[in-house]
């Protein structure tokens, strides 16, 4: 199982350059995390993009959902990222993946992982995440949470 979430709600960079979660932001990824810990999300790792707001929204994806998995920052997950790069470094991969990071990055990764065609706009709920099952070469959305 693959899920890839978007960060919290962040402060404004007029607020605190490296932009943490805001206290709403922290709250609502919370209990998205505790949803989908709920739906049985229970990942070996859990990777981010490295960026303040998506570290702790990843950290509260790793308590509510296994505190045993692994975590790292990864490449792949800035906001104007490729995504064949994420789609090429999970290729293959075997373990359950929780990918926190950004837009447009991760509209454009389950854009590219469900083989849409390239004219149709991606879809992504903005401080949600969104479950998928491989499927041959692709991937299929099983849920997604906002």
Do not use: Y
Request: aromatic fraction near 4%.
């Amino acid at each position: 199982m693959l899920i890839l979430v978007h960060h919290g709600d962040a402060v404004g960079p007029d607020v605190d350059p490296t932009r943490p979660l805001s206290a709403a932001g922290r709250a609502a990824a919370a209990r998205l995390a505790t949803e989908a810990a709920s739906r049985g999300v229970r990942p070996d790792v859990i990777w981010h993009s490295g960026k303040l707001r998506a570290r702790q929204t990843a950290e509260l994806f790793w308590r509510a959902c296994n505190p045993l998995a692994g975590f790292s920052a990864e490449p792949g997950l800035q906001p104007d990222d490729p995504p064949a790069r994420m789609r090429d470094r999970l290729a293959g991969e075997s373990r359950s993946v929780v990918l926190v990071g950004h837009m447009p990055n991760l509209a454009r990764l389950l854009h590219v992982l469900r083989g849409r065609p390239a004219g149709e706009p991606p879809d992504f709920p903005l401080h949600g995440c969104v479950a998928l099952g491989a499927d041959g070469d692709s991937w299929k959305e099983l849920w997604r949470l906002i």
